[in-house]
């Protein structure tokens, strides 16, 4: 596709759900990332994958949080056990190695 | 660990008026991004400065990089409504296919 592609974009969840979020990168793009960003605030860094490199964690926030990718495509970010400190924007963006990020329009999660 | 500081973090400013913002990082980088946000939107890639010295520039916006100091600037030129929105800047480990930090951002509100 032309550009990151993030679905759905908007979604609506009861406290204990579990959700999953998924990000179409840019074809040929290596680098994946997920950030969240909380209302009026800024990026929080989730997960960064890079090609067939394992992928950095360190910014998920609790073990309800996991995301996977497959080869250099898509990822899925998934929450287990949603609670209402997860209502956020969480955005997906892609780039070649070391160059700018592109990003999807994110997906509005609301943890009701 | 890398920490990117923006300030100041809300700025209000007339049209008409030149103003910078300042971006500081806490740990040796070779890759500094400027994004955009708009209320509600993604993120827009303005400036990707990737050397000690560059400075890049589009349209009244101006930005330049000085690695010895860990620090980024994006300067504005007589400033328009039109630029008012979220400035981030981001940071990426130095050599390392690395992830990138952003900065908290810097809410921009351009007064006619």
């Known amino acids: 596709g032309a550009g990151v592609s993030q679905s759905p974009s908007n979604k609506v969840t009861e406290k204990g759900k579990d959700v999953e979020l998924r990000c179409d990168p840019i074809s040929g793009h290596t680098a994946l990332y997920w950030y969240r960003q909380r209302l009026g605030q800024g990026l929080e860094f989730l997960i960064y994958?890079?090609?067939?490199?394992?992928?950095?964690k360190s910014g998920l926030p609790s073990d309800r949080f996991s995301a996977e990718r497959t080869g250099e495509s898509v990822s899925t970010l998934t929450i287990q056990r949603t609670q209402q400190e997860d209502s956020a924007v969480y955005l997906c963006a892609s780039s070649f190695i070391n160059e700018k990020l592109f990003f999807g329009s994110g997906t509005q999660l609301s943890v009701l | 660990e890398l920490k990117v500081e923006q300030n100041p973090l809300f700025l209000s400013m007339q049209e008409g008026k030149n103003y910078t913002i300042y971006c500081n990082y806490s740990t040796t980088s070779d890759r500094l991004y400027w994004y955009r946000q708009d209320p509600g939107k993604s993120l827009e890639s303005l400036f990707v400065?990737?050397?000690?010295?560059a400075v890049k520039q589009e349209g009244r916006l101006m930005a330049s990089l000085d690695t010895k100091a860990r620090l980024s600037t994006l300067h504005i030129t007589a400033a328009v409504h039109d630029l008012s929105a979220t400035y981030f800047c981001?940071?990426?480990?130095?050599?390392?296919?690395?992830?990138?930090?952003f900065g908290k951002g810097t809410r921009l509100h351009i007064l006619p």
């Open positions: 994958f890079q090609g067939n490199s394992a992928p950095d």
């Open positions: 400065l990737l050397s000690n010295g």
């Open positions: 981001a940071v990426g480990l130095m050599n390392r296919d690395d992830k990138i930090i």
